[in-house]
């Protein structure tokens, strides 16, 4: 079972190929009070995890290996009590997605301050012992037999199974992609104000809702159906039909 987020601080790990820089980050925490390791690779990541867990990893991307997206994913998936904060110098929103798609709670971009990195550490904590666990008793899974949608990437379109055509804009592309690349897994507002903002810490989650109401409107009007966005309150949103992405 979980501790709550008050009575104790996360453990944490690093893995970062750039030895000055984990180690400096590594000094900064453990002055900060936190019980944390590092490494410079996934190999070494994994067998390390095998005897001493977290309950935070902090990835860069360009690892030798396996990259930190591909970590990401892996943990996402079989350790979803894990809090996963990507620290990267590609700051391109095509990466932020990946990341975020790959099970990334936030996705920083250096270089970063260490007091806003342990300002992160502490929220993806919150929310990894509290929020993340609620959807969990929310069973949306996909309904595999009905046809597919369509994102294509190059014209910014939703493309329903009958194959009419509903234009977004950047901002509806990049929050519907996030949900898509989820697979039909709840994708949590922090996720998205990152995706959408590079900076979930000062956005407004209400804009998501915002977005998503007009965007609901707007394919009402375009396709004459609703979208599969499903909506659990508080937390995030799901795309809960198969779409592709082209």
Not at 82 to 93: D, E, N, Y
Not at 107 to 127: C, G, H, S, T
Not at 136 to 144: A, T, V
Not at 220 to 239: C, D, N, R, W
């Amino acid at each position: 079972m979980m501790m709550e987020s008050g009575s104790r601080k996360p453990r944490v790990a690093m893995v970062e190929d750039e030895s000055d820089f984990r180690e400096s980050a590594i000094d900064y925490l453990g002055a900060s009070g936190y019980a944390v390791w590092g490494v410079g690779s996934g190999e070494e990541f994994y067998k390390r995890l095998m005897s001493d867990t977290v309950d935070i990893v902090i990835l860069d991307v360009g690892l030798p290996g396996e990259s930190g997206f591909e970590i990401a994913q892996h943990v996402s998936a079989t350790q979803p009590q894990v809090g996963i904060i990507i620290l990267s110098a590609r700051s391109k929103v095509s990466d932020r997605l990946i990341g975020l798609g790959r099970g990334a709670d936030c996705y920083l971009v250096k270089p970063v301050d260490f007091q806003e990195l342990i300002a992160n550490i502490e929220a993806v904590w919150r929310r990894v012992s509290g929020a993340k666990l609620a959807p969990e008793s929310e069973s949306l899974p996909l309904n595999l037999a009905a046809p597919s949608w369509l994102l294509d990437r190059e014209r910014w379109l939703l493309v329903t199974p009958e194959g009419l055509e509903l234009k977004l804009t950047s901002k509806e592309f990049a929050f519907v992609r996030c949900l898509v690349l989820a697979e039909g897994e709840l994708v949590s507002k922090a996720s998205l104000a990152e995706a959408l903002s590079g900076n979930a810490m000062e956005y407004d989650y209400h804009r998501i809702d915002v977005m998503l109401s007009r965007l609901r409107k707007k394919g009402m009007q375009a396709i004459g159906e609703a979208l599969p966005v499903k909506t659990i309150q508080s937390y995030g949103y799901a795309f809960t039909a198969p779409c592709r992405l082209r």
